[in-house]
């Protein structure tokens, strides 16, 4: 468990809501030129992790709120879908589970839907925001502290290298 606390660090301090949100730092990015897209989402998604990750949990949270028994439906269907593909057993066990699960998971498929579209949703608005929002002085200043090592590991360098983005590749294009 030490192990996972230190390759997630510490979040960053939640920016406040005028730096977040300020209108005038809003614009356009140039779909065309992937290098400075890639470098300024990376660059935000950094500088606002905990901005972002309690924007997604609260979407989330008003689509459990909206209909939770689907999410808490999915997930146990997930559930039961990862145990079982764990188990070995005979093959004609393992059918009859495997269609008994397709069946129920047909059943429950709007449900499902609702929510694929619980984690979907966040994203969007946060790879979205990302993109558009840009950069200012002390993001750029935090991010090239992150990349010479001055700075502490943070969840979100941790998420992206589990993803394979490295941040090292893009600062400096």
């Known amino acids: ?28 990015p140039d779909w065309n030129n992937s290098e400075r897209l890639a470098n300024r989402i990376m660059s935000n998604l950094i500088y606002y992790q905990t901005n972002y990750f309690l924007l997604m949990a609260v979407i989330f949270a008003s689509f459990f ?36 699960v397709a069946f129920i998971g047909m059943t429950f498929l709007r449900q499902f839907l609702w929510f694929l579209l ?33 700075k502490k590991k943070n969840p979100m360098s941790y998420i992206l290298k589990l993803i394979g983005f490295t941040h090292q590749e893009f600062v400096f294009n």
Request: charged share 15%; glycine share 6%; net charge positive.
């Open 1 to 28: 468990m030490e192990s996972l606390k230190e390759d997630l660090g510490d979040f960053t301090p939640l920016r406040n809501y005028a730096d977040f949100c300020s209108t005038n730092r809003f614009q356009a």
């Open 65 to 100: 709120l909206s209909c939770p028994h689907s999410i808490i439906s999915s997930i146990i269907l997930l559930a039961l879908i990862g145990i079982i593909s764990m188990r070995v057993g005979s093959p004609n066990y393992n059918l009859v589970i495997a269609a008994g």
């Open 118 to 150: 619980s984690l979907a949703v966040p994203l969007a608005i946060v790879i979205l925001h990302a993109a558009m929002r840009m950069r200012n002085v002390k993001n750029k200043a935090e991010n090239l502290k992150e990349v010479l090592g001055v």
